[in-house]
């Protein structure tokens, strides 16, 4: 009897909606979307039909429950990972640098020609902005399906678990940064909009480069794609020329936090008064 309780129990556990929706991200990550099928999933659990769908009705249901999944493990990640630094004694910065540290003697006057800006307070809203947007990243380039489902996710069910979940994690601290409440969504969205498109690009590159042309390495690929732009008419296209170099030796993590610190720059430029932020241009 003892034996087959714990057949029962191991079997229970075995079909919880848990490790089915595991093991529907596992396929999705070696096969896509293409290869996420009912079948293949009794394969894998070694059960019947029968038992999935008593926990989800349809694919559709399944790659919502992926997705879900995949997100609120990226940002629980990144909220503990923000908690956990909160106490740290050097800060990191827009630019990923550490703090600089503590003088042991008399300061030693200077003269610098560059105005220095003082630095955001440790666990700054700014900083839980990009933790949280470097979670999504790294969850876009470990899951390659999962662009597509966020994109359906925003455009299909805004109303499902996924989108309130971004919204808020990026809205909370947007709120935190002191942008008056008429502005919130607008300035959450542009932080939203800006962090899907920009991961889910990188995330796209990245499986194109592993599928199309897998014994090319990254380096070898733009090196290639900018002297084909340096070739461009230069008539038509001085600009493109004359950033080909910096396309060939850009650093996609340190190019995705820039254009996070930009939309950040215009919000709190547009928004916070004082000295926070700085009054929009005149209107012509």
């Not at 034996?3 to 490790?19: C, D, F, G, K, V």
């Not at 429950?65 to 493990?73: I, L, R, S, Y």
């Not at 003697?105 to 470097?134: L, W, Y």
Request: hydrophobic share 40%; charged share 20%.
């Amino acid at each position: 009897m003892a034996t087959r309780t714990r057949r029962t129990q191991r079997r229970t556990e075995a079909l919880s909606r848990e490790r089915i929706v595991e093991a529907a991200v596992e396929l999705l990550d070696t096969a896509g979307e293409g290869g996420l099928t009912f079948r293949a999933l009794t394969e894998r659990l070694a059960t019947g039909p029968g038992a999935i769908y008593w926990h989800v009705a349809n694919k559709e249901e399944l790659l919502d429950a992926a997705t879900d999944a995949v997100v609120a493990a990226a940002l629980a990640a990144e909220r503990a990972e923000s908690a956990g630094s909160a106490g740290s004694a050097g800060s990191i910065g827009p630019a990923g640098a550490a703090a600089p540290a503590e003088p042991t003697g008399p300061a030693e006057p200077t003269v610098s020609a560059e105005r220095t800006e003082p630095a955001e307070p440790p666990n700054s809203p700014q900083d839980k902005i990009r933790a949280i947007a470097f979670g999504l990243f790294d969850a876009m380039e470990d899951h390659p399906w999962l662009p597509t489902q966020l994109a359906l996710q925003l455009s299909r069910s805004p109303w499902g678990s996924v989108t309130p979940q971004i919204f808020e994690s990026i809205g909370r601290q947007v709120r935190a940064l002191g942008v008056p409440e008429g502005h919130w969504f607008t300035a959450t969205s542009a932080l939203v909009h800006y962090i899907l498109g920009a991961a889910g690009q990188n995330a796209a590159n990245s499986a194109t480069a592993r599928t199309l042309v897998p014994d090319v390495d990254r380096a070898e690929f733009l090196d290639a794609a900018s002297k084909a732009w340096n070739e461009l008419d230069p008539d038509d296209y001085p600009f493109t020329r004359a950033v080909a170099a910096q396309m060939r030796d850009h650093d996609d993590r340190e190019q995705f936090l820039a254009g996070i610190d930009l939309v950040l720059t215009g919000i709190t430029a547009l928004h916070l008064p004082g000295d926070q932020g700085c009054a929009p241009p005149p209107a012509p």
